[in-house]
């Protein structure tokens, strides 16, 4: 890896050079990290190496392999732990298959050990369907009640009346930034008014980790989920961290292999922390890559990684907005420094698949569709929309092709 | 790469922006399906009078991309009129030309008549596009839907 940072700015040809695919893909305008960033050579090479010198399966066995397997994999683990600055990282980091698995388990876990008939769950209106559904299906199998926060003009959550709309809940459920909208939310204010309704308070930090640095200990969430294809590391990784009291005390998930300290025939034990949470053969070298994932964030420093984030963030809403005034709605804050990793809009009289095509034809590649958040889809009120999305390889360069890609989409269709 | 004007044809863009029958039909008389692609949210309802031997009105409604809206103005106008019989040939006709086989999987280029299909082939192009191709068959698995329902009430009848 190269020194990425000019006087503490991400210097970004350097960091394109760090992800093959830029290489292999001359002129890609890559705009979709929020759906799933690139990853740098070397997460690839944490994972060949892994499998080339080093695979057993994990936990095991007594032979030097499958002692070399799971220490790599418990490293990755206390690393990942102490990058989102967990206290007992090597207890408290439970390792999904991505974000959507990790709250499966915590609406999954808290239903069966927490959550009777007629429970108030509050979420948002402006989560993802991960953080959606999970509930919705508790709601069907043991009769909980979802209730939603809402979303303002602006695309900031109502929480005027948050009192009201916690009181009584057992479990308040928020995204710490939206996917669709790129709205950072007031998460630690709502967890503070949410424990103090006794509620076990969930963040969805799927879009958060990538560019802002998180400390579980200080934000007030008892679970936290995000996925490694986000944030530099490979598909088939997601983390659910947990305050290890609260963890401690919630049923398991999946059952089978690694999560029992016993099985007779009328019964289990289950498992210590974390293996509790994760049956049967593990993602070993997914984690191992995550793991590099995170070590590469932490040589970048997610100081400057914020700060590319807020500036790419604040250039590509300005300069889009410059370049098309009113023929653009763009969602979300329009205080620029409220937003974080992206910028979904809708170009008047053109559908987000048409622009995302012609874009595409620009090498700019955008993301049409729903983004996986119809609820906050019919709010808006629109089907679609087109999200350009950032990470630390975007700069200047990628919004002005985006920008210009925009003025042909527009000059062809209208 | 494939050019934008093999997507975009002209046909398609004129469709697009002056959809034909689009609207509603009151049901009953009418047969109303509705489908949605659950990919991208585009929606639609599709109307038929029928009058036991052709469809004599069609109309469509909703909201999607430029493929999806305009490959259903085209749809209506090339199966308006039709018989039941017609109209499934019209259907097959129409996957063909996507490379697609009755059931809508891919499959082997067919010799198709071209000039047979007037407007209908410009969304030849659409089959080099395939994230596109679920967008331009979706007003046809909607309609394909009360051809259906109309083929049942048919046997029905000759029972
Ligand atoms: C806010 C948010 N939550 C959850 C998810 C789900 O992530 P995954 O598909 O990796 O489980 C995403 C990814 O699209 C997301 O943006």
Known sequence: ?414 | MQGLEDLYREIILDHYKNPRNSGTLEVPPAHQADGYNPLCGDEISIYVNYDGERITDIKNSGQGCSISRSSASLMTNAVKGKTIAEARETIKTFKRLLLLDEEGEKSEPVEIDLRKLGELAALQGVSKFPARIKCATLAWNTFTQIVDELDLQIDGAND
């Open chain 1, 1 to 414: 890896m190269t020194e990425v940072l000019i006087d503490n700015h991400i210097d970004v040809a350097k960091v394109r050079s760090d992800f093959p695919i830029f290489a292999n893909n001359p002129g890609l305008h890559y705009l979709d990290s929020g759906a799933s960033s690139q990853r740098p050579s070397m997460v690839l090479e944490a994972m060949e190496n892994y499998y080339r010198f080093h695979h057993a399966n994990v936990h095991r066995g007594v032979y030097r392999l499958a002692e070399e397997a799971t220490e790599l994999y418990e490293s990755a683990r206390e690393r990942i732990g102490r990058f989102i600055g967990a206290t007992h990282p090597g207890r408290e980091t439970i390792f999904s298959k991505n974000s959507t698995e990790a709250l499966n388990l915590v609406a999954n876990s808290l239903g069966r050990g927490f959550l009777r008939q007629g429970d108030k769950v509050v979420i948002t209106k402006m989560e993802h369907h991960a953080n959606i559904v999970p509930w919705q299906m508790l709601a069907q199998y043991i009769g909980i009640q979802v209730e939603f926060i809402d979303v303002d003009d602006e695309g900031e959550l109502i929480i005027d009346d948050l009192e009201r709309i916690v009181d009584g809940a057992k479990v308040v459920s928020l995204t710490l930034t939206s996917n669709v909208l790129g709205t950072v939310t007031p998460f630690t204010g709502i967890a503070q008014v949410a424990k103090a309704a006794g509620a076990i308070v969930v963040g969805d930090a799927s879009q958060f980790v990538p560019h802002r640095q998180i400390d579980v200990k200080s934000i007030g969430a008892d679970l936290i989920a995000f996925t490694g294809h986000k944030m530099f590391g490979p598909t088939g990784i997601g983390v659910l961290w947990g305050r290890s009291e609260l963890l401690d005390q919630m049923p398991p998930f999946l059952g089978g292999g690694d999560m029992i300290s016993d099985v007779r025939l009328d019964g289990f034990v289950a498992n210590e922390l974390p293996y509790k949470f994760e049956a049967g053969t593990p993602p070993i070298a997914e984690a191992i890559g995550l793991g590099a994932a995170v070590d590469y964030m932490n040589s970048i420093g997610m100081d400057a990684i914020e700060s590319h984030d807020r500036e790419i963030s604040r250039l590509a809403y300005e300069k889009v907005k410059g370049a098309f005034g009113d023929e653009i709605k763009i969602f979300g804050p329009s205080d620029p420094s409220k937003r974080s990793g992206c910028l979904s809009f809708e170009l008047e009289g053109v559908h987000p698949h048409d622009v995302a095509q012609v874009l595409d034809q620009n090498l700019v590649n955008v993301r049409a569709g729903h983004h996986c958040a119809k609820p906050l889809m019919r709010h808006l009120g629109v089907a679609a929309t087109a999200r350009a999305s950032f990470h630390i390889y975007n700069d200047e360069a990628d919004v002005d092709a985006l920008v210009d890609a925009l003025k042909e989409t527009r000059n062809f269709f209208i």
